[in-house]
């Protein structure tokens, strides 16, 4: 199984700000690393895919970069639509997965 | 309109039985992954394992093989995911996705089945 670290597990920032969210594989996945993003008592929604392309339909805000084994997740300008937990997901060339353990973004 | 339709909430003792269903609907049912996620209460997200509903071709997680069974019925359109005997501890949301072939991102999700097992 590959393992996915992600940090920080929580965070505070305020509207406006930069906010970024780690995720470190314990082997190299290539690019194989998508992001997500899920509000309370909601389905996941994919963000970024591939480590860096955007989802259609997803704010330009959004993005994503790294490749091997470390990736990292950026808003640019946090919005208060954009408080949730959001999760990083590997996944190999057998299409085999595994999840981070999240990230709760809050406003400060 | 891409969707994914889960059958309703489970309460269920330690020991019964359960199959829970994912309907897709709006795109070709054979030519796209389906994948199974677990989430504990207050807890992230657990891969479990997917199948391609076209040839039945099922890869799991270490930590769900022999655990679970996933199933798809091509001709309804509809994934399974069961269990012969029910833990406490698969007490949890159960989320289906679908994944393009050749691809391990999951762009649509079903909105969750809540199973509940308690004696």
């Known amino acids: 199984d590959i393992q996915m670290t992600q940090s920080p597990s929580s965070l505070s920032a305020s509207v406006g700000d930069r906010v970024t969210i780690t995720c470190q594989a314990s082997?190299?996945?290539?690019?194989?690393l998508n992001w997500y993003q899920q509000k309370p008592g909601k389905a996941p929604k994919l963000l970024i895919y591939d480590a860096s392309n955007l989802e259609t339909g997803v704010p330009s805000r959004f993005s994503g970069s790294g490749s091997g084994t470390d990736f990292t997740f950026t808003i640019s300008s946090l919005q208060p639509e954009d408080i949730a937990t959001y999760y990083c997901q590997q996944y190999d060339n057998l299409l085999r997965s595994t999840f981070g353990g999240g990230t709760k973004v809050e406003i400060k | 309109e891409v969707q994914l339709v889960q059958s309703g909430a489970e309460v269920k003792k330690p020991g019964e039985s359960l199959k829970i269903s994912c309907k897709g609907s709006g795109y070709s049912f054979t030519s796209y992954w389906i994948g199974w996620v677990r989430q504990m209460p207050g807890k992230g997200l657990e891969w479990m394992g997917i199948i391609y509903p076209g040839d039945s071709d099922t890869r799991y997680s270490p930590s769900f093989q022999g655990q679970v069974t996933i199933s798809a019925d091509k001709s309804i359109s509809t994934a399974y995911l069961q269990w012969s005997s029910l833990k406490a501890s698969d007490t949890a949301m159960y989320y289906c996705?679908?994944?393009?072939?050749?691809?391990?991102?999951?762009?649509?999700w079903g909105q969750g089945t809540l199973v509940t097992v308690s004696s």
């Open positions: 082997q190299d996945i290539s690019n194989y």
């Open positions: 996705v679908r994944g393009e072939d050749s691809s391990g991102w999951y762009d649509y």
